[in-house]
Each structure stands twice: as C-alpha cells, then as structure tokens.
C-alpha cells in the first residue's frame, strides 16, 4: 500500500512537474516571441528615424540658392557693392536689391571671401543711440570679441557705423555713417 502511494504521489507530482515545464517552456517560447517582435518594431522605428533625419539634416543644411548677383558665403547670400556710398545710401541701395546691409553669422567667412576684392567695407551694424550699444540691421547685439584694437571709436557730433576692415582681425571697426565706403549687402530668404 506504501509503495502505491508513493507511486500515485509521483505520477501526481511527476505530471504537474510535466506540465509546469511545458507552461514554462511555452511560456519562455512567447516571451522569445515577443522580444523579437518588439526588436523588429524598434529596428523598423529606427530605420524609420535615421531616414528622417536624414532628410531633416538635407533640408536645413543644403545648399541656398542666392539670387542673382548675390554670392553665397557657407550659407549666407552676399553682394559687393562696388561703388563708395555713405552708410545710409548703402543700407538703401541693398534694400533695393531685396535685402540690407550685411550682419553675416560668420563673420570670418565673409571677410576671408571678399579678402581680396576691397580693405574697409560698410556692413549692418550702428550704434543704437538710445541703448548706447552696437547693434547689427536685425536687431541682435554685437559680440564684443569682434572688434579691432582700438575699436570701436566714437564721431563726435555723428552717428557712428560699422565698416569691416579686411587687414584687420578681428575685423570691425566703426567710423561717421557719411563717409563713403564700398559695401557688402546680404539677401536673407
């Protein structure tokens, strides 16, 4: 009677052993299952996103088209002006061309290309009269690390304006609104 006792308690017990091993095996099967479609969803996703980005990093980088006779400098659109003007005639002859006066982002871009073609050139920035600062056409404050040594220099009696200085670096300088000066003009899109 013991030994089919025993008997019945292991078929019993040896019968949920089976079965827990085979729920656990099924069980660990679904799991693999599962993190695999979770790692093909997430490769999809990602591919998903390196082609968006892709796109986004094509869009904002590539290249401008500048308007004739503008010139693109890294991703900005530029224009010499060749004959000398006073500040104010410059700023109006550059709105003319559908932009203003330069106030590059790249301020060292600009004057390593236009380096050759001139030495003291108008570009979009005065000095703000009633906030006493230097301030570029668009409003932003000048950073100070760009002006040239000595600079800048305040006219008394007149308002003062910002020219590049090509053999100068940093290259700014400012000097009276109505002297006349070669100028670079910029077209934003």
Not at 7 to 25: K, P, Y
Not at 44 to 61: F, G, K
Not at 107 to 129: C, H, N, P, R, V
Not at 171 to 184: A, D, N, T
């Amino acid at each position: 009677m013991l030994v089919a006792l025993l008997f019945v308690v292991v078929v019993v017990v040896g019968g949920q052993l089976g079965v827990t091993a085979l729920s656990r095996a099924e069980s660990d099967r679904g799991v693999q299952e599962g993190v695999e479609e979770v790692k093909q969803t997430l490769a999809q996703h990602s591919q998903a996103l390196q082609l968006l980005l892709n796109v986004t990093t094509r869009l904002l980088t590539q290249d401008r088209e500048c308007p004739p006779p503008f010139r693109r400098v890294m991703n900005e659109c530029f224009f010499p002006g060749k004959n000398p003007l006073t500040w104010d005639e410059a700023r109006q002859h550059c709105r003319g061309m559908g932009g203003d006066l330069a106030a590059p982002e790249h301020l060292y871009a600009l004057k390593s290309f236009f380096a050759t073609e001139m030495s003291y050139l108008w570009i979009g920035g005065t000095k703000d009269i009633v906030e006493d600062q230097w301030r570029w056409v668009t409003g932003e404050a000048l950073r100070p690390g760009d002006w040239c040594r000595g600079s800048p220099e305040i006219t008394v009696g007149a308002r003062d304006c910002i020219y590049m200085e090509l053999d100068c670096h940093p290259p700014l300088r400012s000097g009276s609104c109505l002297g006349s000066r070669k100028y670079i003009c910029q077209y934003r899109p």
